[in-house]
């Protein structure tokens, strides 16, 4: 069975993808809900990584504040895709790339994953 992660949610993923997650068991908690809208992605590293929570985005600010935090050696993971690249990929491909993630051995070896999307 593959090893699920808990994750944090910024509010740039998109609902259906968020409530296929959790209908798929996932622990998901949403930025929006913690912080509201328009969060400050720095505080949202912080909390995600005192929470042990993989972060979920699609916002580009958030791989320039992952370079920033690998400069400085500060530990946490990030789960990224190109948001316009996948508008149309239905659901059911983000939670196989999901499960496929979960299932991967070395998950998160180098902070940032990049989510792998097929369809």
Not at 67 to 88: A, E, N, S, T, V
């Amino acid at each position: 069975m593959p090893s699920r992660f808990p994750i944090l949610t910024d509010e740039n993923v998109q609902g259906p993808v968020i409530e296929g997650l959790r209908a798929h068991g996932w622990d998901v908690v949403l930025t929006i809900d913690t912080f509201g809208q328009r969060s400050v992605d720095e505080k949202v590293f912080e909390y995600a990584t005192q929470q042990r929570r993989v972060l979920v985005s699609t916002d580009v600010d958030c791989l320039v504040i992952a370079d920033r935090w690998i400069d400085r050696g500060r530990p946490f993971r990030l789960l990224y895709w190109h948001q316009r690249k996948h508008q149309r990929v239905r659901v059911g491909a983000f939670l196989e790339a999901f499960e496929a993630l979960a299932a991967k051995k070395n998950a998160f070896a180098s902070y940032v994953e990049y989510l792998k999307i097929e369809g």
